[in-house]
Every structure is written in structure tokens, then in C-alpha cells.
């Protein structure tokens, strides 16, 4: 059984120990706000790990493509792949069957998400129909 939380509840459960119905000058209270505010940091990690999640994702979606960049391919063709390189992360498209090192098609970014994310807004409004 899957059990959520609600973010918004747990905020204003702080908020609430903040503004002394639960005094923060106990035990208790001091107890209550530390692990509370560490569990809303963790939260907060939580969500991040969703982007890159969310990254992955969109990085699996993009397919093989044809070297005349107009055409999904089944087989061979140009893969995806995912790079760092001169500082930048990458997402180009290689040759499958040539020992071609150049990319037909390259997006960099600061990050991994960032450059995934630009591959695949072009893959999707070129392959896609938006």
C-alpha cells in the first residue's frame, strides 16, 4: 500500500510548532521542528531526483535516426548517446555501422538534464508533430 504526503501539511505543521502552540523552547518542540524540517529537506532531494528521473526518461524516448535527418530508423541508422567532453555534456547522434566518430546531430549542455532536455524538444517537434 502506497502511502503519500502531503508537502503543503507538512509545511504548515512547521509553521504551526514555529508560532509556539507547540513551544519550540521544550523537548518536544525542538525534537518536532529538527525532524521535520529535515524530512522536508529530504523531500526536497527527493524532487530533484524526479528531474532526473524525468531526464531519463526523455532520454530513452529518443530513437535511432536516418543520416538525411528526416526519418526514424528501426535499425542502424545514427543512435543517441549521452557524453561529457571539452567540459560540456552532450547528447549526439553516432553512426551504428560506420567507425564515424562525428556526430550528425550534437546538443550540449552544463548538465547532463540540460543537454538531454535540448535533444529532445528538437527529437519530438522534428520526429513528433510537436
Same mark, same amino acid.
Given at each position: 500500500?502506497?502511502?503519500?504526503?502531503?508537502?503543503?501539511?507538512?509545511?504548515?505543521?512547521?509553521?504551526?510548532?514555529?508560532?509556539?502552540?507547540?513551544?519550540?523552547?521544550?523537548?518536544?518542540?525542538?525534537?518536532?521542528?529538527?525532524?521535520? #524540517?529535515?524530512?522536508?529537506?529530504?523531500?526536497?532531494?527527493? %524532487?530533484?531526483? *524526479?528531474? =532526473?528521473?524525468?531526464?531519463?526518461?526523455?532520454?530513452?524516448?529518443?530513437?535511432?535516426?536516418?543520416?538525411?535527418?528526416?526519418?526514424?530508423?528501426?535499425?542502424?541508422?545514427?543512435?543517441?548517446?549521452?557524453?561529457?567532453?571539452?567540459?560540456?555534456?552532450?547528447?549526439?547522434?553516432?553512426?551504428?555501422? #560506420?567507425?564515424?566518430?562525428?556526430?550528425?546531430?550534437?546538443? %550540449?549542455?552544463? *548538465?547532463? =538534464?540540460?543537454?538531454?532536455?535540448?535533444?529532445?524538444?528538437?527529437?519530438?517537434?522534428?520526429?513528433?508533430?510537436?
Amino acid at each position: 500500500m502506497a502511502h503519500y504526503i502531503d508537502k503543503d501539511a507538512l509545511v504548515a505543521e512547521i509553521e504551526r510548532i514555529k508560532k509556539e502552540e507547540c513551544p519550540i523552547d521544550t523537548y518536544e518542540g525542538r525534537c518536532k521542528l529538527f525532524w521535520f #524540517e529535515q524530512f522536508l529537506s529530504f523531500l526536497n532531494t527527493l %524532487e530533484v531526483k *524526479t528531474d =532526473e528521473d524525468n531526464s531519463l526518461e526523455k532520454f530513452k524516448s529518443l530513437q535511432h535516426i536516418n543520416g538525411d535527418l528526416r526519418q526514424t530508423s528501426k535499425v542502424w541508422g545514427y543512435a543517441p548517446n549521452l557524453y561529457f567532453f571539452d567540459g560540456m555534456w552532450h547528447v549526439g547522434w553516432f553512426s551504428c555501422e #560506420e567507425t564515424d566518430v562525428i556526430a550528425i546531430k550534437d546538443f %550540449e549542455g552544463n *548538465t547532463p =538534464e540540460e543537454a538531454i532536455d535540448k535533444a529532445y524538444n528538437w527529437f519530438h517537434s522534428t520526429f513528433c508533430n510537436g
